[in-house]
């Protein structure tokens, strides 16, 4: 199966979980970041997710799942230990649904991330693989290091200033591209954030 890679708006979105255990956690706090409307439907919850439910980050119906819990539902992900009940869920699903580890009943599947800040970086193998999905996003997290997300920060501000100040178009072009160069990165990942920032802050200074 070839799948089309897509990154979906979710915020304010009715969002399903059916399950309420560590498998199930995992894909709630990605979904909490995202900014859903979230519903979560089992007997029992994690200790994560009671918080999350007492912080009003969750909906929880405390009760097995039931034909109709699905209804109005943009997303829905089934990550119960019962291979029957995901099965259930997944065919009474009415839009995009995933089964945790079974790809043949879902209609998308979700790949390993690494997220600095706003940067995200997905890789999947299509559910051929999912250890080489996941030991490619290790090797991610060390190439793409924390120091990305202070500096993703400076970007979106410089990048505000260089669309405004900056007026020739070709200047314009040629500095945006500068903040992610090769030279650019390596200074950052060798040297750190501080040294990138004042580089970049002499060549605007020089050009606006």
């Not at 956690?25 to 519903?39: H, M, P, V």
């Not at 793409?144 to 400076?154: D, R």
């Amino acid at each position: 199966m070839s799948y089309y890679p897509v990154f979906l708006n979710l915020e304010g979105k009715k969002t399903v979980v059916v399950g309420g255990g560590k498998v199930a956690e995992r894909k709630i706090f990605s979904l909490i970041r995202s900014g859903a409307d979230i519903t979560v439907v089992s007997p029992r919850l994690t200790k994560r997710l009671l918080t999350k439910k007492a912080e009003r980050k969750i909906g929880h119906l405390a009760r097995d799942y039931k034909t109709g819990d699905l209804a109005g539902a943009f997303l829905v992900i089934a990550a119960t230990d019962s291979s029957e009940i995901n099965k259930k869920v997944a065919w009474d699903a009415p839009a995009l649904v995933n089964v945790v580890d079974t790809p043949s009943q879902c209609n998308f599947i979700v790949p390993s991330s690494v997220r600095r800040g706003d940067m995200i970086i997905a890789v999947s193998t299509s559910g051929a693989a999912p250890a080489l999905s996941k030991a490619a996003r290790k090797e991610l997290e060390r190439w793409y290091g924390p120091e990305f997300t202070e500096y993703l920060n400076f970007v979106k501000k410089i990048r505000a200033r260089a669309l405004t100040e900056i007026t020739e178009k070709k200047t314009r072009e040629d500095f945006l591209k500068s903040l992610a160069s090769e030279k650019t990165l390596y200074i950052l990942r060798t040297k750190g954030v501080n040294p990138v920032k004042s580089m970049i802050l002499r060549g605007f200074g020089q050009l606006s």
